[in-house]
């Protein structure tokens, strides 16, 4: 069992930049592959950013990539998502999730999610 708590979450202006942090306890963290979702209201869940406990590779929504980047600390059991230039349409409740598989389309664990709301 992996518990998976976020934070970091927030109220920011367009243009500026959100660190989230999702910590995990339980086995052995660097032996998970991690991952970011997003929801927005009325909206499905949508995958953001992963990175593979196996060789530390990195994947992103096509729609993302040049603004966030995902990063883990396997010494603090933690995985981060810098998220730069937001936008109001990335405001979303932002899941931390993991799962034992490398490169996993399906995830196990997950956190209770942080909100993070850009304004105009």
């Known amino acids: 069992q992996v518990q998976l708590v976020e934070s970091g979450g927030g109220l920011v202006q367009t243009g500026e930049s959100l660190r989230l942090s999702c910590a995990a306890s339980g086995r052995t963290f660097s032996s998970y592959s991690m991952g970011w979702f997003r929801q927005a209201p009325g909206k499905e869940r949508e995958f953001v950013a992963g990175i593979s406990w196996s060789d530390g590779s990195t994947y992103y929504a096509d729609s993302l990539k040049g603004r966030f980047t995902i990063s883990r600390d396997n010494a603090k059991n933690t995985v981060y998502l810098q998220m730069n230039s937001l936008k109001p349409e990335d405001s979303a409740v932002y899941y931390c999730?993991?799962?034992?598989?490398?490169?996993?389309?399906?995830?196990?664990?997950w956190g209770q999610g942080t909100q993070v709301t850009v304004s105009s």
């Open positions: 999730a993991a799962d034992s598989r490398p490169y996993p389309v399906e995830y196990n664990y």
